[in-house]
């Protein structure tokens, strides 16, 4: 008498190997998603630094005047992130790339420096190749000697609020000038 496979047998081992090849599909999908998460990520990071780094530059200045530092406001408001949000229905707003360019050239043109230039860059740099779209908000007190930074990036305005925020803190190191007071 010859062995052989049954048919039962034969069923249950293409069960088993079907389970396992729409496993390993499955995680060429999830594996997809997460690098292309993963890059969206980098992306994003480096895009904060291009931002953030003028920023914390200029505010950091040893030839910043104190008036201008410390006359800084709350941008784009003292809503910090709020601003953001359309006032009448809490839904973000169409085009955060632009009030974030605001921010950025509002801070920057308001500061003034003791013995040279202003420096050099004075507009938001741009993410064309990745597409992200970002928001930036600058929090300082009056008379405070910190500013904080923050920023947020995204392919989609909509998930702006619920992506990563880059944070960073600067404090004066500039010059107290006539006009400024003292600290």
Request: hydrophobic share 40%; aromatic share 8%.
């Amino acid at each position: 008498m010859k062995k052989a496979f049954t048919l039962m047998e034969v069923n249950l081992a293409m069960l088993i190997m079907a389970g396992g090849v729409l496993s390993v599909l499955g995680l060429y999908s999830l594996g997809y998603r997460e690098s292309s998460q993963s890059c969206d990520d980098v992306a994003s990071a480096a895009y904060a630094e291009a931002v953030v780094s003028p920023l914390t530059i200029a505010l950091s200045a040893t030839n910043l005047k104190w008036s201008s530092f410390r006359d800084l406001e709350n941008y784009p408001s003292a809503d910090g992130w709020g601003a953001y949000l359309n006032k009448s229905d809490g839904t973000l707003i169409s085009n955060p790339e632009s009030e974030a360019r605001e921010v950025f050239d509002s801070v920057m043109g308001r500061l003034q420096f003791e013995g040279s230039a202003n420096l050099p860059v004075s507009t938001l740099p741009t993410d064309a190749a990745n597409g992200l779209k970002a928001g930036l908000v600058v929090l300082h007190e009056r008379d405070s000697a910190i500013v904080r930074i923050g920023f947020r990036a995204t392919k989609k305005p909509a998930e702006l609020l619920s992506m990563p925020l880059y944070y960073t803190e600067v404090r004066f190191q500039g010059v107290v000038d006539d006009n400024g007071g003292s600290k």
